[in-house]
């Protein structure tokens, strides 16, 4: 929901408020505290300030500190250009090439992978294929326990992410890479916005993501294949990954998922075509 305050622009989500205070800053602050994953602002001025000391065009952190209702708040930069989602297709080739180039910066950020931990910065699982699987069959099975996808097909993605190769460094993985998040200065840098669901696994990953939204923009332009190799049947496994994940939160909040529930079973297809090929 946007609104005005005060003459501040106001956005509110579910888990933090994003107003543009001046034109140079922009404050965040959570709403609560997940119990699932604490501290998400917290996390994000890490990854931004580790992105930042990469190379990555981020947006300086002006300060972090928590208020007296105990939220977390965390003031940014605030970047003067367009996003991407109001740019021509000609003009985002060229900066989801500076994207690919900018995020395949991010390997070896920290050990470990998958949720990282707010104390220690590191992630919480010792191996990737053992985060996917937790995750997969976390929220999958509440999906199937409400009959949205079928027990059969949770267990074909189980499978594959158990028999197929998914090793990989810990890279920074942001997980919310999508036009909206993108800015293009007036001098034609762009910028990564929102880092506060990054986890630490395969750089495939986030392109899996952002087709989900934006095929026609991934099928013309594989930029962020920059920093990892495409692999169709392991595509296909993080498609349906981040699917279940999606449709989960589309069903707490009430958002329509029949969109995301054909994708799903395209992901699963998919994986099954590709997975006989590489037999």
Known sequence: MNQI???VSVRRGRLNTLEFVDRKTVRKTSILQETTRPHRLKIEAWAIS???SRGVNAPTIVDFYQNNRGQEVLILERI??????HCSLRENASSMISVGEQMSLLENISSNYGWIDP????GKSKDWKIF???YAQTYGNRLVNEGIISKKHLQHISSGIQDTDLSTSPYLV???IKLDNLIKDKDGKTWILDWENVILGDPLYDLAIFGLTHKDILWENLAI???????PQKYSIYEAVALIGLIDFCRKNKIDFIGRQRQFHDAVNRFAFSSKLHD
């Open 174 to 176: 942001h997980r919310d």
């Open 5 to 7: 305050e005060n003459g």
């Open 80 to 85: 003067d250009g367009k996003t991407l989602s």
């Open 132 to 134: 996917l699987l937790s």
């Open 225 to 231: 294949t920059k920093r990892t190799t495409y692999d």
């Open 119 to 122: 104390q220690t910065m590191t």
């Open 50 to 52: 580790e992105a930042k």
